[in-house]
């Protein structure tokens, strides 16, 4: 039982590694911090459905499943026993015109399950931004997500398909400026047992259709962007303590504006494997060479102590945008991950370190860096049902592209309690999010999602946007209230200026003021 206890409380302490930077509290923008490096221009995958990074790189953007499910596994359906429908819908109204509706319906049997979700978010924002053109505002984002999971005797097959359509205003020197982005992704992954040869196979394909107006953009009318990715892999299962196996990547990028771009290439890896470690050794093959990769991961347990050893060089293709020709980045990464549960506190210790090297100075970039990255988890454990946490992490970046902010603290107290014979349960949760020791760093474009150095100012001062959310469970239903920035809601409440506490982490969006929302939630069961 206490191995399930601690190996539970690792897996959420390590998922906290990610985080998310919202320019507007609706999470419509913003980018994602992995271990303390900007995500842009990488592969990710939610849900499971493939993406492809290099013009949708905010998972948060296509609603609150593929946010919620980002870089997770798919659902295990083995241990179902049992045939039940599940449905919900969440409903959001808040300032600025935001209006959310997250519907979805799940049914599930022994070894099937179906799943099917839609979204739709509505929101002009705080300066109107989002809203162009003329007329009523109008929806900025819709998303259509349906998956098939089965499992039957030593197969397993799962197929997914996703739709997701924004268009909306940017706010720009010119008042036309606009983004209209158009994706449809498709997953099908199968796996097959033939008593100890294990195979496995996972098609991908990602269509973006583009049409944007920036003064940042290089691209003007339409961009078509497709992306194809096959893994194949084949893994020897043996009595003894390793398995071993081969596995082969297969990409393919296509843009099309006045011309067409093509690049391909190829990841060749030898592997084995435990249940704790994991080592590979491989080749990123292209037209111009071979260079070597190599991976290695091992998880360890001393009493209370989990701790996971990761390290890995990788290489990702440049930019299909600024690039004319197939060139890698290298990127060295070492991790370790420490969780520590006590009966009164649970904690964490993470550390990453990260390096990357380019050839050539590719447009403005620099051609190599590196970046320290500390994360500290403090959670004490309480009798009651009080809840409180406190994270902080420490970049040190050297020429390395980020978004500029040193360190971050998170302080995090919520407590629940019962009314009316336990028929009500309330809850509510107050956080505190502190960002310190800022520079200017690097900002996404908003079209092409490239780095660009923002120019050097003065010192930046510290931001400290405190949250508030309080929710209502009554049988199936949940009803909460949420407060984002409650500096300047109060400010704005005593009618006083709120000018002083204005949030900017990105120079081609306008600041995050406050946000104030009320939802509903009604789940249905059978």
């Not at 998972?59 to 593929?66: A, E, F, L, Q, T």
């Not at 039957?152 to 008042?175: A, P, R, T, V, W």
Request: glycine share 6%; hydrophobic share 35%.
């Amino acid at each position: 039982m206490l191995r399930i206890i601690l190996t539970f409380s690792a897996s959420v302490i390590f998922s906290q590694n990610i985080e998310n930077i919202s320019y507007d509290f609706i999470n419509h923008q913003g980018h994602i911090l992995n271990k303390g490096s900007l995500v842009w221009n990488e592969d990710w995958n939610s849900n499971g459905l493939f993406f492809d990074g290099t013009f949708a790189n905010y998972p948060s953007m296509y609603g609150p499943v593929i946010e919620d499910r980002f870089l997770k596994p798919i659902e295990d359906i083995s241990n179902l026993d049992s045939s039940k429908t599940l449905s919900y819908f969440d409903y959001v109204q808040g300032d600025y015109y935001l209006d959310n509706l997250d519907l979805g319906i799940k049914y599930s049997n022994p070894g099937r399950v179906i799943n099917l979700h839609a979204f739709k978010r509505r929101y002009a924002g705080a300066y109107n931004h989002y809203n162009y053109g003329i007329g009523t505002i109008s929806p900025i984002h819709y998303t259509f997500l349906g998956d098939y999971n089965i499992r039957k005797n030593n197969e397993k097959l799962f197929i997914s398909l996703g739709n997701f359509s924004s268009d909306y205003g940017l706010l720009d020197s010119s008042n036309n400026s606009f983004l209209d982005s158009r994706i449809t992704s498709s997953s099908l992954k199968y796996e097959n047992q033939y008593d100890s040869l294990l195979l496995k196979l996972d098609y991908n394909i990602f269509f973006q259709r583009l049409n944007g107006l920036h003064s940042s953009s290089i691209f003007e009318g339409v961009i078509y962007f497709t992306r194809t990715k096959i893994d194949g892999s084949m893994m020897i299962l043996s009595s003894n303590k390793y398995n071993y196996g081969l596995s082969y990547n297969l990409n393919k990028r296509s843009l099309s504006h006045d011309d067409v771009k093509n690049i391909n290439w190829n990841v060749f890896n030898f592997f084995i494997q435990n249940k704790k470690s994991k080592y590979s050794i491989g080749l990123n093959n292209s037209k111009d060479g071979n260079d070597l990769i190599f991976s290695a991961r091992s998880n360890f347990r001393l009493r209370l102590i989990i701790s996971k050893i990761n390290f890995e060089r990788s290489y990702k293709p440049y930019h299909i945008a600024y690039a004319d020709s197939l060139n890698f980045e290298q990127n060295d990464c070492i991790w370790i991950e420490n969780s520590l549960q006590m009966r009164r506190f649970n904690i964490s210790i993470d550390f990453a370190f990260q390096n990357f090297e380019r050839k050539f100075n590719h447009m403005g970039l620099p051609t190599k860096g590196n970046n320290f990255w500390i994360s500290l988890y403090l959670s004490p454990v309480f009798q009651n049902d009080l809840d409180f946490s406190i994270r902080y992490n420490r970049s040190i970046s050297n020429k390395y592209i980020s978004d500029g902010i040193g360190d971050r603290i998170k302080i995090q107290l919520g407590s629940k309690f019962n009314l009316f014979s336990n028929a009500m349960t309330l809850k509510y949760h107050f956080s505190i999010d502190g960002y310190m020791n800022r520079k200017n760093g690097y900002a996404l474009t908003p079209i092409e999602r490239y780095p660009v150095h923002q120019p050097e100012l003065a010192s930046l001062e510290n931001l400290w946007v405190p949250s508030f959310t309080a929710i209502c469970f009554v049988k199936n239903v949940e009803i909460s209230y949420a407060m984002h920035h409650l500096t300047n809601i109060i400010d704005d409440y005593l009618n006083r200026s709120y000018d002083s506490n204005q949030i900017v982490f990105n120079k081609y969006y306008p600041s995050v003021t406050r946000l104030a929302s009320l939802a509903i939630k009604w789940n249905f069961y059978n």
